[in-house]
């Protein structure tokens, strides 16, 4: 090979690498052996990408607490990936949630998803916060910020969270967060990214400068989803409804039609600028996988992958 020619390779690897947008991906603790499998191939397909972090969710009222802590510690003890737990105040007292910090801490864990929660089933959808608990996200990040100089990601919510009384609440709110120490925040899943782009023109009006990172939902099944967008408040438009429209036994279909959502969904995103994603791949690796590759988001070399995986 000449070497003018490998000199425009090199190039354009380096303006590859230079272009590539930072992802993260978010994963539930399993509940059966099977589950649990299919986690641990999916974090092994996807570890290559080298995410900035992965996060495991956190059953809002504790349920997950020890299958999240032993997934976490799992992923940052036997790969090279950055574990982050999400940790919520529902359900327990002060110190029991800076007593699993500090644990997590001990443990190397250096990055928290730090959340209210919602009201565990069976409280009759009513927020309480717990009598010796924190009461809302910005006081955990506060708690989290006195244990240890923890990285600390938030969430937030372009269509305005279900119980906020006005966007700009919801903006006040956040930007309390970020002053309490957070670094960035996720936001809920949303469609159409222009929801996205008119929240963060908001934000920084507000002054908040962190960064804004646009949570993906690969849509694996529409029903699911309609049903998590109803509870959370994400807004759906008729076009995706149409979109996926007479696909119910479709699965094959149904997959494509999702990956060219959110790759159309992405790319929007890149074009305006946005070098953040964050995925929530509810354990499934291929959707993820496919739309990072559209991004520019390959695999890298060295190890990334789990040392034992079953
Ligand atoms: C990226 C992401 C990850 C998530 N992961 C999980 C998870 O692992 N486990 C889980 O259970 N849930 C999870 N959730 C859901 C989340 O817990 C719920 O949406 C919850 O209802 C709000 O959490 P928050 O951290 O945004 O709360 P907060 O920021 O505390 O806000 C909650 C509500 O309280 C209001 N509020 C804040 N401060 C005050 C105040 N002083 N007085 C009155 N109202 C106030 C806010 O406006 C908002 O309406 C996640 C959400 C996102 C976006």
């Given at each position: 090979m000449a070497i003018e020619e490998i000199k425009d390779r090199?190039?354009?690897?380096?303006?590859?690498?230079?272009?590539?947008?930072?992802?993260?991906f978010e994963f539930f603790p399993p509940k059966d052996e099977a589950m649990e499998r299919t986690l641990w191939q999916s974090i092994e397909r996807l570890a290559p990408l080298r995410p900035r972090f992965v996060s495991v969710t956190y059953g809002a009222d504790g349920s997950t607490r020890t299958r999240t802590h032993n997934v976490v510690t799992?992923?940052?003890?036997?790969?090279s990936l950055t574990a982050a737990p999400h940790l919520t105040c529902v359900g327990a007292s002060k110190e029991e949630v800076l007593d699993i910090a500090r644990n997590y801490w001990a443990h190397g864990i250096r990055h928290i998803v730090a959340l209210r929660g919602d009201p565990p089933q069976g409280s009759g959808g009513k927020y309480v916060p717990h009598p010796n608990g924190f009461a809302y996200a910005v006081d955990l990040v506060k708690g989290l910020m006195s244990v240890a100089d923890f990285e600390i990601s938030v969430a937030t919510y372009p269509e305005k969270h279900p119980e906020s009384p006005s966007e700009e609440f919801e903006l006040e709110n956040l930007k309390a967060k970020i002053d309490a120490g957070a670094d960035r925040a996720i936001t809920q899943f949303f469609f159409d990214p222009?929801?996205?782009?008119?929240?963060?023109?908001?934000?920084?009006?507000?002054?908040?400068?962190?960064?804004i990172v646009p949570g993906i939902l690969p849509i694996t099944r529409f029903p699911q989803m309609?049903?998590?967008?109803?509870?959370?408040?994400?807004?759906?438009?008729?076009?995706?409804?149409?979109?996926?429209?007479?696909?119910?036994?479709d699965v094959e279909t149904r997959r494509m039609i999702a990956a060219s959502v959110a790759i159309e969904q992405v790319q929007h995103l890149q074009k305006h600028g946005v070098e953040e994603f964050h995925f929530y791949t509810l354990n499934r690796a291929e959707l993820t996988y496919a739309i990072c590759h559209t991004l520019g988001v390959r695999p890298q070399a060295g190890n990334a992958t789990l040392e034992a995986a079953s």
């Open positions: 090199i190039g354009e690897t380096m303006a590859r690498l230079k272009s590539r947008p930072a992802v993260s799992r992923i940052q003890q036997a790969t222009d929801v996205f782009l008119r929240f963060r023109d908001r934000c920084l009006a507000a002054g908040i400068t962190a960064p309609l049903r998590m967008a109803q509870r959370c408040g994400a807004s759906v438009p008729q076009w995706l409804v149409d979109r996926f429209d007479g696909l119910d036994d």
